[in-house]
């Protein structure tokens, strides 16, 4: 089979990468194209790390017949692609399509989900296609390793008028002086081209800059404590995978269901002075329900099944 892994982001290869590679070993074929606006991609970051399983960044300039297209977005971030089979693959448990889930998942004809938290929301918006639970496949191998404290303190804001930037920026940024050891910033792909005054900034308090593209719970893995937003899907991604996590809230902004949810597991901050706490008493996370992620099975065997099955059915239609 030939399978096309649609790019919106360069964060999405983090995601795919497990399904690749077991694609690959199973004897598949695997294309990889751009899906999205070409600017929310760092395109020599990506290129590296598909150069290692001998793969490619595509932008096709003809139509590509395939087997099935693979997006971590809706579907029109699928371009030059023809299928009988599409299927998007959720990232996080805080993923905002499911915020709008009928409209934004409409078109697919599976959805792979990390719990059944998600699930719920499908199918309460109408979506009746397949909707299969899998989990994170980036969470397969990262839960193995274990913790370190290669940085003292990780912050990893979200962008734009979601993000904690434009709270809590400038005051964390001063809190490098306290910190011994390496912190280190991790901006959102989306800071790196339209926000570069914060990268700036962190640089200029002394602050490490994340240079490329790893899954938050294998950062979270080597961290001591990270502050993520409570907005984001780096939250919840880094509470899966360590105990000392503080989200960070925007006020001015509503709470998506997922944050709602969030504050009920992660200690959540609106204020400096919460903040300020919150560092001296480290609160640590409580366990986070299946319901939001179901890692009990490989996530990455689930995934590549439920994929295979989907063109298989879709072939019969």
């Known amino acids: 089979m030939l399978i096309a892994f649609s790019y919106v982001d360069s964060s999405d290869h983090v995601h795919y990468r497990p399904i690749i590679q077991r694609l690959i070993e199973l004897g598949h074929k695997v294309i990889c194209i751009e899906g999205g606006d070409p600017n929310w991609i760092d395109r020599p970051v990506v290129e590296a790390f598909l150069s290692k399983d001998s793969l490619e960044l595509e932008s096709p300039d003809h139509l590509l017949t395939v087997d099935s297209v693979i997006t971590t977005s809706t579907t029109k971030h699928i371009r030059n692609c023809s299928s009988n089979s599409y299927i998007r693959l959720f990232t996080s448990i805080g993923d905002t399509g499911l915020n709008h889930s009928y409209n934004y998942n409409k078109d697919f004809t599976a959805l792979l989900v990390p719990g059944l938290r998600a699930k ?19 969470l397969d191998k990262v839960l193995r390793v274990p913790c370190s404290s290669s940085f003292e303190l990780c912050y990893a804001p979200s962008w ?15 809190l490098r002086n306290r910190y011994h050891g390496e912190c280190i910033f991790r901006p959102h792909v989306n800071t790196r081209i339209s926000g570069r005054q914060w990268i700036d900034l962190f640089k200029r308090c002394g602050w490490a800059i ?68 919150a560092l001296e008493s480290l609160p640590g996370v409580k366990a986070i ?29």
Not at 214 to 227: N, Q
């Open 120 to 138: 719920q929301c499908l199918r309460d918006s109408g979506i009746r296609c397949d909707v299969k639970i899998i989990g994170l496949p980036l």
């Open 160 to 174: 734009g008028s979601q993000g904690s930037l434009g709270i809590f920026g400038e005051y964390i940024a001063k």
């Open 210 to 277: 994340f240079p490329g593209i790893e899954s938050m719970a294998a950062l979270a893995r080597r961290s001591v404590v990270i502050l993520a937003d409570e907005s984001s899907g780096a939250v919840w991604e880094s509470a899966l995978a360590s105990e000392m996590v503080i989200a960070c809230r925007n006020p001015n902004i509503e709470r998506a269901y997922t944050a709602a949810e969030a504050k009920k597991y992660i200690h959540t901050v609106e204020t400096k002075q919460e903040l300020e706490r």
């Open 289 to 317: 329900p299946l319901k939001y992620c179901d890692h009990r099975e490989e996530a990455t065997n689930k995934a590549v099944k439920a994929i295979l099955r989907d063109v298989k059915k879709q072939r019969g239609k």
